[in-house]
């Protein structure tokens, strides 16, 4: 459900970057890692000094560090 609310709104305005943030966690707890990476980078582009940049830094690391250990690709 988050991560479908969270569509609807960044349909809505695009520019609200912690709703990217959510939407990522939301992926990323659903184990959607490509996803997950792709919303957190989006918000990092829209708020490179955002109050949650280190922690869309740590998540996209932990994410990527996954597939090298899982051997796979997002």
């Known amino acids: ?5 969270s569509s ?3 349909a809505l305005d695009p520019e609200l970057t912690d709703t990217y943030f959510l939407r990522g966690l939301a992926r ?8 997950a990476i792709d919303d957190f980078t989006r918000y990092l582009e829209l ?8 922690d869309a ?14 051997g796979d690709d997002a």
């Open 8 to 10: 609807q709104v960044i």
């Open 57 to 70: 830094q740590r998540s996209i690391i932990k994410l990527h560090l996954w597939e090298v250990i899982d």
């Open 28 to 35: 990323y707890k659903q184990g959607d890692r490509a996803g």
């Open 47 to 54: 708020a490179p000094t955002g109050a949650l940049r280190a």
């Open 1 to 5: 459900m988050c991560i479908r609310d």
